[in-house]
């Protein structure tokens, strides 16, 4: 597979793709991540970004390595993204979750 897309120069597309399917992936598990937990799963996403990157150094495969940069590093950002959210929610441009509301036995 790998001399195929080597010799019809087709690498570029195919990592080119693989990006834009992860960042269209992340972008609603951003918006559900703060949705259901806020901001304070902001670690989740560093400790992914960190494993993936450090995946992306190990891995052989140009097109495996690539993608497990563009996932690490996406998973970076994502960080930036949920306080983004979060402000955004504020301003009433996405919903905001309902709080739990006790039972109360009388």
Same mark, same amino acid.
């Given at each position: =597979? =790998?001399? !195929?897309?080597? %010799? #019809?120069?087709?690498? $570029?597309?195919?990592? $080119?793709?693989? %990006?834009? @399917?992860?960042?269209?992936? *992340?972008?609603? @598990?951003?918006?559900?991540?703060?949705? #259901? *937990?806020?901001? /304070?799963?902001?670690?989740? *996403?560093?400790?992914? $970004?960190?494993?993936?990157?450090?995946?992306? +150094? &190990?891995?052989?495969? +140009? &097109?495996?390595?690539?993608?497990?940069?563009?996932?690490? *590093?996406?998973?970076?950002?994502?960080?930036?993204?949920? !306080?983004?959210?979060? /402000? /955004? &929610?504020?301003? $009433?441009? !996405?919903?905001?979750?309902?709080?739990?509301?006790?039972? /109360?036995?009388?």
């Amino acid at each position: =597979m =790998m001399n !195929f897309m080597g %010799t #019809h120069n087709i690498l $570029g597309v195919v990592i $080119g793709l693989g %990006t834009f @399917i992860v960042i269209g992936v *992340f972008h609603p @598990i951003v918006i559900k991540s703060e949705y #259901h *937990f806020g901001v /304070r799963c902001w670690w989740a *996403f560093l400790v992914a $970004g960190l494993v993936a990157l450090a995946g992306a +150094v &190990v891995v052989h495969g +140009v &097109v495996a390595s690539a993608m497990l940069g563009v996932v690490g *590093f996406t998973c970076l950002w994502s960080i930036h993204e949920l !306080f983004a959210q979060q /402000r /955004r &929610v504020e301003k $009433g441009w !996405f919903p905001k979750k309902p709080e739990k509301q006790e039972r /109360r036995r009388r």
